[in-house]
């Protein structure tokens, strides 16, 4: 695996590959910390026969919460043979430098209801940090296709919008969840919680996956959230943010789950010091 720190080796290696390799470049930017979610990336990646780029980078901008940035998990070695040991080409490991220059400043953006509501509402400037990142990544590897993790649903659609604005040949991918067999969405946060915690934590899925239960059966949306934050998110540990069913292309709530329309049931909540997000598909 070729370990890249500056824009200009990655781009001179890329142009070398793109004339020497008849692959697509796949790219998975990842913020390290690394666990089987985002090895799933890589994986998808190379299904898709790409040349596979990952790129880990801690982005100060998109952290609204200054003590979130410091305690975020840094474990560069053992990503590095993770990586590796997945069949990853290239790592990009750029810098502050490397990424903003002298200035590590976000731009704005408003892309309606998909910044402005759930993350975008709770998380103010997270999602200007994010597209900021992604668009200056994006324009540094030049990929075909990329690759997202469904985990972070409300990015993947933020995402959607910035290739659709700024990037048109770009591919992108979602990737389902990769999960703990009791349930848990894999997070780099995850480490974090104690044990006793990390048990209260699974009261997250257990909610998602109840709440699509109903649904199927015939409960109202409301009556679902409602029984559901009744029966699962009532525990000391937890500081539930929101739980919704939206329309996922625009992260609106909705009452109705209507046929041919995608919908998801959404989650954020504290569990103790430590902030989760999950989500599942209703119409997949
Ligand atoms: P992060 O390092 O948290 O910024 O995540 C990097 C990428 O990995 C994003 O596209 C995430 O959505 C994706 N990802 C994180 N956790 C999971 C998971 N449990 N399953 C699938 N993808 C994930």
């Avoid at 509501?117 to 075909?144: C, Q, S, W």
């Avoid at 009452?255 to 909540?269: E, R």
Wanted: hydrophobic letters at 45%; a negative charge; proline letters at 4%.
């Amino acid at each position: 695996m070729f370990v890249f720190k500056s824009a200009a080796a990655l781009a001179q290696h890329l142009r070398q590959i793109r004339t020497s390799v008849a692959q697509p470049i796949g790219f998975a930017p990842t913020m390290g910390a690394l666990h089987n979610g985002h090895l799933r990336l890589i994986e998808s990646a190379k299904h898709h026969g790409c040349y596979v780029v990952c790129s880990i980078y801690v982005n100060p901008t998109q952290f609204n919460n200054m003590e979130d940035f410091a305690r975020y998990p840094i474990t560069i070695e053992a990503d590095m043979e993770k990586l590796a040991a997945a069949g990853c080409d290239v790592l990009f490991l750029p810098d502050n430098k490397e990424m903003y220059g002298a200035e590590v400043r976000a731009e704005v953006y408003d892309y309606g209801s998909i910044t402005a509501n759930y993350e975008g509402a709770l998380r103010p400037g997270h999602f200007d940090g994010v597209i900021t990142i992604v668009g200056k990544l994006f324009n540094m590897v030049n990929p075909d296709y990329v690759f997202f993790g469904q985990k972070d649903l409300q990015q993947c659609m933020v995402i959607r919008n910035l290739i659709k604005a700024a990037f048109p040949g770009i591919q992108m991918e979602l990737v389902p969840t990769v999960r703990e067999a009791d349930g848990l969405a894999m997070s780099s946060r995850n480490v974090r919680l104690s044990e006793t915690e990390r048990q209260t934590a699974l009261s997250l899925s257990a909610a998602l996956f109840a709440v699509k239960q109903m649904i199927t059966n015939g409960e109202s949306v409301r009556q679902a959230l409602a029984s559901a934050t009744a029966q699962y998110l009532q525990h000391p540990l937890l500081k539930l943010e929101y739980l919704d069913v939206v329309q996922s292309d625009t992260m609106t709530p909705v009452d109705k789950v209507l046929p041919g329309t995608s919908c998801a049931v959404i989650i954020a909540c504290w569990c103790a010091s430590v902030r989760l997000i999950d989500n599942v598909l209703l119409t997949d």
